[in-house]
């Protein structure tokens, strides 16, 4: 009401004008008074961005224009992986990155590392300090890879447990102090069982969360219908109670699942019905289900006869469906979305336009 009034007391002002302009005036204060008040209504903005997971961060033509499209500034691009050697008895890291800084104008590097959770279970606690330096210097040495770089956030990646809690929060904690007065958010992936046994497993001591809403089947069941997106079995997980300010990470990749004798014994990545139609060698039994008739190699793996492959991809549908399922789960003015992940096979398979309307779902909330 405030805002209208001083639209009818600034056009009293302008009487002396022509009609004409008079109008015109009015006109652009009310598109202004219009998209002020729909900013308010809608009190939520999302920052779309990319997961990186390979070990050369090396963008495309097709990848650049794929994330100028979406108007991504944003990449959380895996520096590199942290696991325990039983032999030396100690945490080591793996899969540095190498990067190559042609058409990564623009856009914000945030290194992120994975940890596993054995390597935060058999982790002396007299050593969480020195995995900690060790974790921040190699993170400073392979950013410098990136002309004038300064992060800004640095995200760990760790599905950690009840038992490794005590061990993975020390480490975050000691993490925090390394950049006490450096401008450096730290972040943390969020598991689905994580945030429904938010009091068994704790909640990350960081300045926020990113909710990893995939990988939430039972990948070792045959009988699964897809282990990276099954919404039956996350809607029970789903709370809006968490109380750590939380970002979404969707999925858009795809595998095969490899069976031998009623056990997993393989993931084959970026594995689609078009590597498995020699019909010398496989025999499709079903829906994305498909039986090995001849033994052979595929990618790389040796197959033996009557080994099973379960494919596993998301379709438009299903993504379509996850948003609005976690329409809830924002819980925060400003939240980042982010896609995992980016290469050239799996933009293919998503235009952009598909990621686009996922966007505009999660918004209207």
Known sequence: MQNMQRILELSRQYQSLNLSAVVNYVFCCLLLYSCTHSETETSIRLSPSFYHWQTELAITPQERAYLDALKIRRIYAKFFDVDWDGQEQEAVPHAQIRIDTMRLEGLEIIPTIFITNRTMLHLPQGE?????????????????????????????????????????????DTLRQLNVGKDIALSATIRLHQVRYAQETGIPPVDRGMLMFYNMGDLEDWAEPNSILNLKKAQPYLTSSYTLPLDLALPIFHWGVIFRAGRLIHLSTALDELSLQDTAHFHKIGPGRFKVVKSTYLDGYYLYTDDLIRLEQIDQDSLLAASRM???????????????HLDSTTIKKFPHENLQACLQELAEH
């Open 326 to 340: 976690l329409r809830e789960q924002i819980n925060q003015s400003e939240t980042r979305v982010a896609f995992y």
């Open 128 to 172: 969480v300090g020195v995995l900690a330096h060790r974790i921040n210097d190699l993170i400073l040495r392979l950013g410098q890879q990136l002309p004038d770089w300064h992060a800004s956030e640095v995200q760990i990646d760790c599905d950690w447990s009840s038992r490794s809690q005590g061990t993975y929060f020390q480490l975050l």
